[in-house]
């Protein structure tokens, strides 16, 4: 079986901060062409804070994945930002990597909100946050339904940089007061056709009420079937970051 990524060690070359890495073993299994066919990118490249390209480099990300090499850059400048990408090519971290880059740990804030649809998905988000971030002295919180909200209200009295959940208790929390959204700069959705589906716009409508209105949103998913076209229409008073919004389409995924 094909497996996406590999890692590899830092070479003899690195500078002394990468001799210290603690990088995990080499895998050599055979990598796909929609995770290899790169422009060459480095991580190193991308202007990205020291301790997050240590937590990325202990992670064994040797460079920038196709999705990561094209989105990183561009969410960098604050841009807008639609892809597609399918999963297991690097998705989760071509948006994690330019959020916790934005995050000032000295402001006790939430500054990046990340929805998924799923309690899963967003564990696993979470954890992401966590491996990359575990330099910067970040501080994550993952919120879902089915849960005690009694817990994630305590959780909240306490500093979270980064915050990542379903809608529907992200949604209580911030008109509870209890989440402040409100110096939030970062917006993303993954699995994004999941959440403009008309199950979740109305919560997704009420949501982007609490940030500040030059909020940046990123909205990745393996497949937008249409579903830009919906969201215009079905959101245009929380939308008007859609008229600047940076089209990367993946074609090449074939998600
Ligand atoms: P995802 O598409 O986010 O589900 O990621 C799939 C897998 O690829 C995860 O196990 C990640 O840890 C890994 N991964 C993400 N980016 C890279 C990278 N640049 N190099 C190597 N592995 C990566």
Not at 58 to 86: N, W
């Amino acid at each position: 079986m094909q497996m996406p990524f590999h890692s590899s060690s830092a070479t003899p070359n690195d500078p002394s901060w990468r001799t210290g890495l603690r990088l995990p073993p080499k895998d050599l299994r055979p990598q796909t062409e929609d995770v290899t066919k790169t422009k060459g990118t480095e991580f190193e490249d991308m202007f990205l804070r020291r301790e997050l390209l240590m937590g990325i480099f202990e992670e064994g990300y040797e460079r920038p994945s196709p999705i990561q090499e094209e989105a990183i850059p561009v969410a960098l400048t604050k841009r807008d930002i639609l892809a597609r990408a399918k999963n297991g090519t690097g998705k989760t971290a071509a948006f994690v990597i330019p959020s916790l880059q934005q995050i000032d740990v000295g402001k006790n804030k939430i500054q990046a909100l990340l929805l998924v649809p799923t309690r899963e998905l967003a564990l696993q988000t979470s954890q992401v946050c966590k491996k990359l971030g575990k330099h910067m002295g970040i501080q994550v919180m993952v919120t879902t339904g089915g849960t005690t909200l009694k817990d994630d209200i305590m959780r909240l009295q306490e500093t979270v940089h980064v915050l990542v959940g379903t809608p529907g208790r992200i949604l209580d929390l911030a008109g509870k007061k209890v989440a402040d959204l409100s110096e939030c700069p970062v917006f993303v959705m993954d699995e994004a056709d999941k959440l403009l589906s008309p199950e979740f716009t109305p919560v997704m409508e009420q949501l982007l009420s609490f940030l500040p209105t030059d909020r940046q949103v990123m909205l990745f998913s393996a497949t937008f079937p249409m579903i830009v076209k919906d969201f215009k229409v079905s959101l245009p008073r929380a939308l008007p970051l859609l008229s600047v919004l940076t089209f990367l389409l993946f074609c090449r995924t074939n998600a």
